[in-house]
């Protein structure tokens, strides 16, 4: 789709026997399909489609030049608002792709409204990004940005649902008419728009502390490199006031004392602020205005986490990529690798956070002896993040967790299908990666840095009850309906009430259950600081 969407015509050519052919495979014909002919057929047909492009030259570039003719799209424009953090970051994925984008004037604009599912209006300034369908690139632009895409069949095999405001936690208004906007911007224009000033941390030599909030992955990328260079990080466990400015759970708080033993503490400190854009305010004292005291129980210290990620069977290869990616690519942390087959040699008392990524067979490989070393590192301290189907290894009573499925009801109707109706009955029990409003606790860590709700990407029909405690992201009554993208009736009945993202405590550690994937592709955005909190702030 990806071609189709840039005015070229995407096709995949495939041909039998998948990725577990081998050298030879037997049909359902009898015949035996060699993979020798397998890439004879490939290179054929690629020979054959560059012969039919050339002798279609004309038409190809009539056809070419006709589709990035502007059209009369049902929205002219794409109104965004939000955290900084999050606005740049979706300007550099949309530099990426070529597209177009300016800030606002000081209007208020009126539109369809993404976070309630209705018209609605919302200011547009200069701290907002508009993005207009009135460019070359405003196929492409309707495609990523239109609020709850038109499926032209419900089978499919992949998400049916991917607008971006939702995926970078954003409020967005979609405008019918054209909006004004103060000139074309770049990424890096509009980062420097921000609050980030040359940072004058080395002067603060009389300082107590540095103070900077806690919303977003650039936050989680700046603690990671603070932690890797060993400096002492505490975080807010309630919201306080100092020198006159409201700080949120979550605010990173940078004490000299803790750092006294660091070398060129205000000089290392400086330049990750820097790096990071990350402005921070220094306050000479510990005593707030209001709240509790940087003394207190309600600020804690951030452990520098060993971390290690499961690998092998049953694990899922495409999320380990995902896991593996966050670590190595984005918060630039180390991560170590434990694969299955010596899985139960190994001393687990050596890790601080174990990563279950999703997969099949987690029933199978989470023996007796496996529960019970993992319950009894987690009892003493261990901190254990269960992705996906990796939960199915965890959930039922006989496990000794708190854990539990929720089944699907019967429908009668599926026992007595029309013969060639099968898959349409079946699909009501189907959730095709659709898009849900979910309600958050965000005075739980896990949730630091959320408003109270959140915009979930459900993967599948997956549905686990709400735990008795420790319910930290979860689906409510009314929350069933997909705000995009297809979901069975059957599904949404299931998922009524369940849990998506929460944390069990168990003896000196914590179980983290993510029943939806926050890292999902590496695109969505909005979940990747769940993963972030999970890793450096339940505790």
């Not at 189709?4 to 359902?28: D, P, R, V």
């Not at 208020?108 to 200069?126: C, E, H, I, L, R």
């Not at 992949?158 to 909006?179: C, F, K, N, R």
């Not at 990173?252 to 750092?259: F, K, T, V, W």
Request: charged share 25%; net charge negative.
């Amino acid at each position: 789709t990806y071609p189709t969407y840039n005015g070229a015509i995407g096709m995949t050519y495939e041909q039998g026997g998948s990725g577990w052919a081998g050298l030879a495979i037997t049909t359902n014909g009898g015949d035996t399909l060699t993979l020798k002919d397998r890439i004879s057929h490939h290179l054929i047909t690629g020979l054959s489609t560059l012969e039919v492009t050339s002798k279609n030259v004309d038409r190809l570039n009539q056809e070419f030049k006709k589709y990035y003719q502007l059209k009369n799209y049902d929205y002219h424009a794409y109104v965004l608002n939000g955290k900084h953090d999050n606005l740049v970051a979706l300007t550099k994925l949309l530099e990426q792709h070529e597209i177009e984008f300016g800030v606002g004037h000081t209007d208020n604009v009126k539109g369809f409204n993404y976070s309630t599912g209705k018209n609605g209006s919302m200011q547009a300034d200069t701290n907002s990004i508009v993005v207009s369908t009135q460019q070359k690139k405003g196929t492409l632009v309707k495609v990523l940005f239109e609020p709850d895409a038109k499926l032209s069949d419900s089978l499919t095999y992949d998400i049916t649902a991917w607008s971006l405001p939702y995926a970078y936690g954003l409020q967005a208004i979609a405008v019918e008419s054209m909006v004004p906007v103060k000139g074309k911007k770049s990424s890096q224009e509009f980062a420097s728009s921000g609050k980030f000033k040359t940072s004058q941390i080395t002067n603060e030599k009389g300082a107590y502390a540095f103070l900077t909030n806690w919303a977003s992955m650039e936050d989680a990328k700046f603690l990671a490199d603070l932690l890797k260079a060993g400096i002492k990080v505490r975080y807010a466990k309630k919201p306080f006031i100092m020198d006159g400015t409201r700080y949120d759970r979550g605010t990173l708080i940078i004490a000299r004392a803790d750092n006294k033993h660091t070398a060129d503490f205000l000089v290392e400190l400086d330049a990750i602020a820097t790096l990071h854009r990350k402005p921070l305010s220094a306050t000479s004292t510990g005593f707030v205005e209001g709240g509790k005291d940087f003394g207190s129980d309600s600020v804690q210290l951030i452990d520098d986490v060993n971390v290690a990620v499961l690998s092998g069977e049953p694990t899922a290869t495409l999320q380990f990529g995902e896991i593996w990616h966050f670590f190595e690519q984005q918060i630039h942390y180390p991560l170590s690798t434990i694969d299955t087959e010596y899985f139960e040699q190994l001393d687990l008392s050596e890790y601080d956070v174990l990563i279950l990524p999703d997969g099949e067979g987690y029933n199978k490989f989470m023996d007796k002896n496996i529960l019970n070393d993992l319950k009894d590192w987690v009892k003493k301290g261990g901190k254990l993040i269960a992705m996906g189907g990796a939960l199915k290894g965890l959930a039922g009573e006989k496990k000794g967790f708190h854990l539990n499925t929720k089944e699907i009801g019967q429908d009668s109707s599926l026992y007595l299908p029309v013969y060639d109706e099968t898959r349409r009955q079946q699909i009501k029990k189907a959730i095709t990666g659709a898009i849900f409003k979910a309600q958050v606790d965000n005075t739980h860590p896990l949730a630091y840095g959320y408003d109270e709700t959140y915009f979930t990407l459900k993967l599948g029909n997956d549905a686990y009850s709400l735990l008795d405690e420790g319910t930290v992201v979860y689906l409510g009554e009314d929350d069933t309906k997909p705000i995009a993208g297809f979901a069975g009736s059957m599904a949404q009945e299931k998922i009524n009430e369940t849990l998506i993202f929460g944390v069990e405590k168990l003896g000196e550690g914590h179980i983290i259950y993510m029943v939806d994937n926050p890292l999902f592709r590496g695109f969505w955005e909005n979940g990747k600081l769940f993963f972030a909190n999970a890793l450096f702030l339940v505790n």
